[in-house]
């Protein structure tokens, strides 16, 4: 009997979510099969089998959480030794997650009850449900039986909204009235008596029974929003930010980039954005200072690791939320394959299909939020790195030009840098020679 645990898919992962079982018990299953698609801190990633048998028993349902070296399933390879320390159950699996206080194992005991009456809901009828990890947490904090829910997503899929229409049409005017604030306070006075006489009126009946589309709504964390939070919070609070501002006359940029767009689309190559020719300068402006292309260690005394590739990370925002995918040696590839490159990865986020080698090893970010309008901004550093570019748009702005006020496109940007490595005057000479490229633009070309 081969236990199979929870791996590790990525450098920050913790624990995972069982988005879906592609085997079934009783299934066979061949080395390199699809097994298990697990939901990490960054991604949605498959997982293949690495040993052939029978799949005998899942011990973490679909929507389950499980921490890392935690047995999710079992598969029968024909040796009858099994694993006597490994949980029996689902619950067992993600027991110690849940011990620390009595309040949590209570939590937990009823999200495995929750769970055993959804899996064993799914066996009586025969058939597979297809929901998103968050729609079945959901669907267990609410007690509410997946197998009655009509799902809206691809496929059939059940998502977020199919569980707030079943808890809609579950709810029962009382309930209504004791979660909405708003309307306790309307049955309240509805229910008031003078002399002993009712003052209640159909209007105010009419009220209570009226859903308030004012309340908040709570929408829980997925793994990715979860792990978002914790990593910025952890690096505002612990890293000793400090910020730099520089701007650039990108007037010369965009004409070059307008004239390679127009060769690149006559031969059906991708066009090059104005991010891409930013990576490109960043790149070469890493290489000439490569102090920034650096990161903290807290070995010893603190240490500066100076990095000898340089791997820029592009924030992006997906449907999941902000992820990173990386350009390695972004200072050794032409402006034209980081454009087919960033499309790449951007595609992979949008489709979340990113894998953890598509988001390891980034030595410096740049945050882009220059088509939504913006002008500056500053961006939280994505650590291990010592410094993030956050960028904004070209603006069209009067400008002094030999005496006289012309009309250009101006680019501002910040960088955002650890004062534990980086110093003001290291930062201050990047941007200036990022800038001097920006205005010299063949020089990130050539």
């Not at 079992?74 to 110690?96: C, K, M, Q, T, Y």
């Not at 992820?323 to 979340?352: K, N, Y």
Request: with cysteine; hydrophobic share 40%; glycine share 8%.
């Amino acid at each position: 009997m081969i236990d199979i645990l929870m791996p590790r898919l990525s450098d920050t992962m913790q624990e995972g979510a069982i988005a879906a079982w592609h085997k079934q018990p009783g299934d066979a299953v061949a080395v390199g099969d699809l097994l298990v698609e697990v939901e990490t801190d960054k991604a949605t990633m498959e997982y293949e089998a690495y040993d052939a048998g029978v799949l005998r028993d899942i011990l973490v349902a679909e929507g389950e959480v499980a921490t890392i070296g935690t047995v999710i399933a079992r598969l029968d390879d024909g040796n009858d030794e099994a694993n006597d320390d490994a949980p029996a159950s689902a619950s067992d699996a993600v027991a110690p997650a849940a011990a620390d206080a009595d309040a949590a194992g209570a939590m937990g005991a009823a999200d495995a009850s929750a769970a055993a009456r959804e899996v064993a809901s799914q066996r009586t009828a025969g058939q597979r449900l297809f929901a998103t990890p968050l729609a079945r947490r959901l669907a267990r904090e609410h007690e509410i039986d997946l197998s009655g829910v009509l799902g809206s997503g691809p496929g059939g899929r059940i998502v977020r909204a199919d569980i707030e229409d079943a808890r809609a049409r579950q709810a029962s005017p009382e309930d209504t009235a004791i979660a909405s604030p708003a309307r306790c306070t309307s049955r309240a006075t509805a229910g008031q008596t003078t002399g002993g006489t009712s003052t209640s009126t159909n209007t105010n009946t009419n009220t209570t029974n009226t859903p308030d589309a004012r309340q908040p709504t709570v929408v829980p964390f997925d793994k990715t929003r979860e792990v978002i939070a914790r990593r910025l919070s952890e690096s505002s609070s612990t890293v000793p930010h400090f910020f730099v501002t520089a701007a650039a006359d990108v007037e010369a940029l965009l004409a070059l980039r307008a004239e390679l767009n127009g060769s690149l689309e006559s031969t059906g190559r991708p066009k090059i954005s104005v991010n891409d020719l930013l990576v490109r300068a960043c790149a070469i402006a890493l290489r000439e200072h490569p102090g920034v292309n650096a990161s903290y260690s807290p070995e010893g005394r603190g240490e500066t690791l100076l990095h000898g590739r340089v791997n820029i990370g592009i924030a992006i925002a997906s449907p999941t939320g902000l992820v990173v995918p990386v350009i390695d040696d972004a200072d050794l590839r032409p402006a034209s394959q980081i454009a087919r490159e960033s499309r790449r990865l951007a595609g992979l986020a949008t489709e979340r299909k990113l894998g953890a080698s598509d988001m390891a090893g980034g030595t410096f970010t740049i945050s882009n939020l220059g088509m939504y309008g913006v002008e500056q901004f500053t961006a939280i550093i994505n650590p291990p790195e010592g410094a993030i570019l956050a960028v904004g748009a070209a603006r069209p702005e009067p400008v002094a030009v030999n005496g006289a006020v012309e009309v250009r496109h101006r680019l501002r940007y910040t960088l955002s840098a650890d004062h534990r490595i980086i110093d003001g005057a290291l930062a201050a000479e990047f941007l200036a020679t990022l800038t001097g490229l920006l205005e010299q633009p063949m020089h990130i070309i050539a």
